[in-house]
């Protein structure tokens, strides 16, 4: 059995900085890609950051160049730095991992953070 556990979401202010943090934890043999996912109310979950095992990353335009994914692999660990949130980067975000548990490869999801970015 895997699990993904998020920490770190909150109330920031717009401008300001948050640090979430995932760490995946069980059955793991190995971690594939890596990433961050949000959903706001009404709204389709959107990909955030993508991180591959060798350290490749992608963004979509939307928080390119003010967020930043991470990944520490001898933790099982993903972050995603926040900077200069907007009150748009509001919504509950959350963890994804693609993880060989032994018997092949599938996708995991954590259980969600909510994050509000307001004054």
């Known amino acids: 059995q895997v699990q993904l556990v998020e920490s770190g979401g909150g109330l920031v202010q717009p401008g300001g900085s948050l640090r979430l943090s995932c760490a995946a934890s069980?059955?793991?043999?190995?971690?594939?890609?890596m990433g961050w996912y949000r959903q706001a109310p009404g709204k389709q979950r959107e990909l955030v950051a993508d991180?591959?095992?060798?350290?490749?990353?992608k963004y979509p335009d939307s928080v390119k160049g003010r967020f930043t994914i991470s990944r520490d692999n001898a933790k099982n660990t993903v972050y995603l730095q926040m900077n200069s949130p907007k009150p748009e980067d509001t919504a509950v975000y959350y963890c994804?991992?693609?993880?060989?548990?032994?018997?092949?490869?599938?996708?995991?999801w954590g259980q969600g953070t909510q994050v509000t970015v307001s004054s």
């Open positions: 991180i591959t095992s060798g350290g490749s990353t």
């Open positions: 069980g059955s793991i043999v190995s971690i594939r890609a």
């Open positions: 994804k991992a693609v993880i060989d548990y032994g018997l092949g490869y599938r996708a995991y």
